[in-house]
């Protein structure tokens, strides 16, 4: 399961708001709505109830907010255990010059 999709459900079970949440993640209400549908289909049950005016959580929803929020602790948690590990810095760096700098002075700068 994507980590995208499990922020999209956490904040929709928040919000009880499709239009906030998709706001919030940058997506059309359709596609999160599909996201939540994958989610539903994957697990063979509906998590929220929904009509044209209000969203609720079921049963199955709230257990499922509880392994989504837990997964994504763990998630991060892993990144800053990984990270902490990391002794060099790592990264991409894009520099963006004349052509005159590129030839003239960026040579110089990259063999150092």
């Known amino acids: 399961m994507e980590q995208k999709s499990l922020k999209m459900f956490c904040h929709l079970a928040q919000t009880l708001h499709f239009g906030k949440t998709a706001e919030a993640h940058h997506v059309s209400a359709s596609t999160l709505s ?3 549908a994958r989610i539903e289909a994957q697990l063979g049950c509906e998590l929220l109830l929904r009509d044209n005016r209000s969203v609720v959580l079921t049963a199955a ?19 800053l255990s990984l990270a902490e590990k990391q002794t060099q810095l790592q990264g991409k760096l894009h520099i963006f010059c004349s052509v005159t700098a590129a030839y003239s002075h960026l040579p110089p700068l990259l063999e150092a």
Do not use: D, E, S, V
């Open 34 to 36: 599909r996201a939540i």
């Open 61 to 79: 929803g709230q257990q499922f907010l509880t392994f989504a929020q837990q997964q994504l602790a763990q998630w991060q948690a892993l990144q």
